[in-house]
């Protein structure tokens, strides 16, 4: 799954105590703008909302720890891509941290994936229109920075507090300040400045400064960084480390004038990856897995609930199930002939969830162990290897585990991280399998070029996600996280491959 967008940012006791009722009239809006049918039910479902596209709700609880509720709207593919777009409200039922601000989180995602892994992804995403209507009706803080759909003004009276902002080890996003030259017409600038970060909304703090307050947040820096600019600031700032300064890049006011459209994409490009790879606040931390198993237990209690429908309909003189075509409506007769998803439908649909991980598994092989009777033990096995993939890749970025591959990340767990049963873990391949070149062409995947020039590279390590019979189903992986790409890429999850011990 590709993460185009994603925006996470918190809100009070008193907005959190009404977030599931904002998230779901701010959906109902969202989707009325966007020209689909917004006359959903706020209740556990899947609603057709016209255009071939699916609305899921999920709620979840973890008790004494949270609530959540999440809007996944999925659309009809476009050139081969199906986009999905999010929106989750997490509301804490206690904060680890009393210094802690935010009672609850909004999240908003924008992702893609192809049902081809060969296809590519247009990443000119826009910002969806949802983070605009969610800013709007509540305070949204990104720890001590807020969160807004128009620059912020800062005067010189302010800026002590905006450099406790910027130094603010609770801030997780960037955010960028905007200091004109002097002389220069402010409301010049504070269009140009809206207009350079208009696809920034929800994922930067933005600051204007004036003239007086330029030079006088200017004078607190060790490393000078002139007027007349725009900055970004990441995280963890230190105004007297002139080493420090280099984190934090400059784009000068002229090109505000003259390549707007070039700031524009620096600025986008740059910030929508270091939040969409940005780990999530802690106190989200389990909300995934949640939402995944509350998806899973609405599913098959629907599909239970069909079958049960099927077998009181009324029979005909001939034992035929009797149809009424005239009382079956248009929606219902397509709703009707879509196929129930399987365990393995709604996994696809979460690899958002692991933002460290590249997925270009295809989905034939995941889609026919679906189809097994223990489909649903298989998908929740792979979505713990998936976790503990992408924590381990998060950990390797971070500096926090450089103790080895993934097996031997998964045999300590003084690391923190989520780990999976290592004895299930295996680093290799048999040389008789790695020998044989239909056994090695089974386990060659689909890379992106960075890795290997073929497109394709064999994945030898694997992870067992389960045993049922005959059927011992893999998923397969390969360790990039010293490599171009710096994460693992996992390339194919399915039945066991055809090895040694097979017939």
Not at 68 to 80: I, M, N, S, T
């Amino acid at each position: 799954m590709w993460i185009g967008y994603r925006s996470v940012f918190g809100v009070d006791w008193k907005e959190a105590n009404r977030g599931p009722e904002i998230a779901a009239e701010r959906t109902a809006r969202w989707l009325a703008r966007e020209g689909f049918d917004a006359g959903f039910e706020a209740s556990p479902g899947r609603y057709r909302v016209g255009g071939g596209a699916v609305l899921t709700q999920t709620e979840a609880a973890a008790p004494g720890r949270f609530k959540a509720v999440r809007y996944r709207l999925k659309e009809a593919p476009r050139a081969g891509v199906h986009w999905y777009t999010s929106l989750t409200f997490v509301s804490l039922s206690r904060r680890a941290d009393k210094e802690l601000r935010e009672h609850g989180y909004f999240l908003i995602e924008v992702s893609a994936r192809p049902a081809d892994p060969a296809t590519t992804i247009d990443d000119r995403v826009r910002t969806p229109d949802l983070t605009g209507l969610v800013l709007d009706a509540v305070t949204a803080t990104d720890g001590p920075a807020r969160l807004t759909t128009s620059p912020q003004p800062v005067t010189a009276r302010l800026v002590d507090d905006l450099i406790n902002v910027l130094c603010d080890p609770g801030r997780r996003m960037p955010a960028v300040v905007a200091v004109p030259g002097d002389g220069d017409d402010p409301r010049a600038w504070r269009e140009r400045f809206t207009e350079a970060t208009r696809y920034l909304h929800g994922i930067a703090s933005l600051y204007l400064l004036d003239d007086e307050s330029g030079h006088k947040l200017n004078n607190e820096f060790e490393y000078h960084w002139t007027t007349a600019a725009l900055r970004t600031f990441h995280p963890l700032v230190d105004p007297a480390s002139r080493e420090d300064g280099e984190r934090h890049p400059v784009l000068k006011g002229d090109r505000l004038e003259t390549e707007m459209d070039a700031v524009q994409a620096i600025l986008t490009h740059r910030i929508r990856q270091a939040t969409a790879a940005a780990p999530l606040p802690e106190p989200l931390a389990e909300v995934g897995d949640a939402l995944f198993q509350a998806n899973e237990q609405q599913r098959a209690l629907a599909a239970q609930q069909r079958r049960l429908a099927r077998r009181l309909q009324p029979c005909g003189p001939d034992g035929a199930v009797a149809q009424d075509a005239s009382a079956e409506s248009e929606a219902d007769a397509a709703a009707a002939s879509e196929p129930e998803p399987s365990p393995f439908d709604l996994l696809i649909d979460s690899f958002g969830d692991f933002p460290n991980l590249m997925i270009t598994a295809e989905e034939g092989a995941m889609r026919a162990l679906g189809q097994h009777k223990d489909a649903a033990t298989f998908a929740a096995k792979a979505r713990e290897a998936l976790a503990a993939l992408d924590s381990y890749v998060a950990l390797r970025r971070s500096g926090d585990w450089d103790g080895g591959g993934f097996r031997m990340y998964c045999e300590h767990s003084r690391h923190g991280g989520r780990i999976y049963p290592a004895t299930q873990v295996a680093a290799q391949e048999s040389d008789t399998v790695r020998q044989d070149p239909r056994m090695a062409e089974q386990r060659r995947f689909r890379v992106p070029k960075s890795v290997s020039e073929a497109g394709y590279a064999e994945f030898w390590a694997h992870v067992k996600i389960g045993s049922s019979g005959q059927v011992a189903p893999r998923l397969h992986y390969l360790d990039d996280t010293s490599g171009p790409t710096g994460c693992v890429i996992v390339g194919y999850i399915g039945h066991h491959l055809k090895n040694t011990r097979s017939s």
